[in-house]
């Protein structure tokens, strides 16, 4: 699952996919975007259901090559299973007081506190 870095609003973060299955062929050098490449053929699938994406690279041979899923919903959704509820609030409690880089602070300000049971109440269901 892909969870943009704390601190980045709603609108912020990009994944970036090359999707240029062909027939392989040699492929030199790598792209400094690029994290990983492949030359086998195949195509690419994106499957979308409600607040989630997952893409899947899949080989002419049926084999996955790579995949990830990016989830896009509340930042108060901690545990990402898609509802604001009390397992996230429960999250909230035992992280209070100061913290760096934590999912449970939500305005990342550096501390979880009622600012952040606020947004997560805001949020609810
Ligand atoms: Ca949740
Ligand atoms: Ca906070």
Redesign the pocket.
């Known amino acids: 699952m892909y969870r943009k870095n704390l601190g980045m609003h709603p609108h912020e973060g990009t994944v970036y996919v090359v999707a240029g299955h062909g027939s392989g062929g040699s492929v030199s050098g790598i792209h400094p975007l690029m994290v990983a490449q492949s030359n086998g053929a195949g195509s690419c699938v994106l499957k979308i259901n409600g607040a989630t994406l997952d893409f899947y690279s899949v080989l002419a041979t049926g084999e996955i090559a790579d995949s990830f899923q990016i989830f896009k919903g509340p930042l108060s959704d901690l545990n990402g299973d898609g509802v604001v509820n009390i397992q996230d609030l429960l999250a909230v409690i035992g992280a209070w007081g100061s913290?760096s880089a934590c999912i449970?602070?939500?305005?990342?300000?550096?501390?979880?506190?009622v600012?952040?049971i606020l947004l997560l109440i805001a949020d609810w269901g």
């Open positions: 913290c449970e602070d939500i305005n990342t300000d550096g501390t979880v506190d600012s952040d």
